[in-house]
């Protein structure tokens, strides 16, 4: 059994539906993330795993016990916010004890456990500081480690890492993922970053209007995006209109692209005849060359290079093909001066396997 169990979960303000019939689960010792735009729900549906709102209808259930009737404070769940929310009149010692000292926990037993956090979350000598003589990445550390340090069954944490620099942010991203992994609590986080959940999450559900788009690993979710949507807002991606031709009976269908003609593309699911949709393609999954040798089940074209974007380890090429169809294609540059391939204007070709992208709807 799943550890946490969202069913059906309807979420109203008003008239507006802010999370549409959710349902997914996550499993024991999982990163679980819930991403998307700003607006699509994913806070309210973190503010309901925590209690401070009440679905309209559907169900929360955590390890196998109905939350609807539990307050905040009862759940075996503790949240950490993008703003901290530490005591500033209390030591990070003092912070991390408190919630064992609401507790009633005896002293020397408190005293070991969140020494035992410090250590986790590698502040044992800050231990003695005010929250304002730290920096922010360490002032959440210090939120984190509070919120672990009662063991909760559930960590949810609200864009913790928002507040801080790029730099930053990264360091922390590894931390947070070294600390799951240490600590084993499962956590939900929220982000509209795509970048951070791809880095930290086993699993990712990827939000819009108050639905789940697609629930997948994050190899999965970038290389097959369901819908047009994910296509979009994860990472960069050539969408380009479609229609199905033929489905081949071999989990593949022929689709024509106007101006381009027609390809062989895999599938994941059924198609028609005359079904509308679009090629999602990644622009790193595409070859370039001044001659390509066309290779077995590869869609090929010649095009002609209408602008690079030099980006140091990478250039982004946007290469024209058929009747005005441009396609983004991305290329390491070449070591060791790590000099671009190709010049705006240059005649090359373009191949990718008829696999390497996925046809999608809306
Ligand atoms: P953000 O990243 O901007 O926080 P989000 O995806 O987390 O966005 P939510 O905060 O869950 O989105 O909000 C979803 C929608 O519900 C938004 O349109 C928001 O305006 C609306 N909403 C959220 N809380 C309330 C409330 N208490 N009353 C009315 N509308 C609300």
């Known amino acids: 059994m799943a550890l946490l169990e969202i069913k059906n979960v309807v979420k109203r303000f008003g008239d507006f539906t802010a999370v549409n019939n959710v349902s997914l689960s996550v499993e024991a010792g999982e990163f679980f993330t819930l991403l998307g735009p700003s607006g699509c729900g994913k806070t309210t549906l973190l503010r309901m795993l925590a209690g401070f709102e009440q679905p309209d209808s559907g169900q929360i259930v955590l390890d196998g016990q109905d939350m609807s009737r539990v307050p905040p404070e009862k759940r075996p769940v503790h949240t950490v916010f993008q703003s901290y929310a530490l005591f500033p009149h209390m030591t990070v010692r003092q912070n991390i004890a408190f919630p064992l000292k609401m507790a009633g926990w005896d002293a020397k037993k408190i005293a070991s456990q969140v020494e ?3 250590e986790d979350v590698r502040l044992t000598q800050f231990g003695d500081r005010y929250p304002h003589e730290m920096s922010g990445g360490q002032r959440q550390r210090v939120a984190i480690a509070r919120a672990l340090v009662d063991r909760p069954r559930l960590l949810l944490l609200d864009e913790p890492l928002s507040a801080l620099d790029a730099k930053l942010r990264e360091q922390m991203q590894i931390e947070l993922i070294n600390l799951q992994k240490e600590v084993g609590i499962t956590f939900v986080y929220v982000t509209h970053d795509q970048g951070e959940a791809l880095a930290l999450s086993h699993r990712i559900a990827v939000m819009s209007h108050g639905q789940v788009e ?3 690993t994050p190899e999965t979710i970038y290389s097959y995006p369901r819908n047009r949507f994910v296509a ?3 990472g ?4 380009l209109e479609a229609e199905v031709v ?3 009976g071999d989990g593949t269908a022929t689709i024509e692209i106007k101006g381009c003609g027609r390809m062989r593309v895999a599938l994941r699911g059924e198609v028609a005849p005359g079904q509308k949709g679009w090629l999602a393609l990644r622009p790193e999954k595409i070859k370039v060359g001044r001659a390509l040798a066309v290779e077995d089940g590869e869609v090929h074209f010649k095009g002609r290079v209408n602008d690079c974007l030099y980006l140091g380890d990478v250039t982004i090429y946007l290469v024209e093909v058929g009747d005005g169809v441009v396609i983004e294609t991305m290329l390491p540059n070449s070591a060791p001066g790590l000099a671009k391939l ?5 005649q090359v070709e373009i ?3 008829f696999d390497a992208g996925s046809f999608v709807t809306e």
């Open 116 to 118: 035992e956090l410090l």
């Open 214 to 216: 697609q629930l997948d």
């Open 232 to 234: 979009d807002f994860i």
């Open 236 to 239: 960069q991606c050539n969408v």
């Open 246 to 248: 033929a489905g081949n």
């Open 342 to 346: 190709f010049d705006d204007q240059d």
């Open 351 to 353: 191949a990718w396997r």
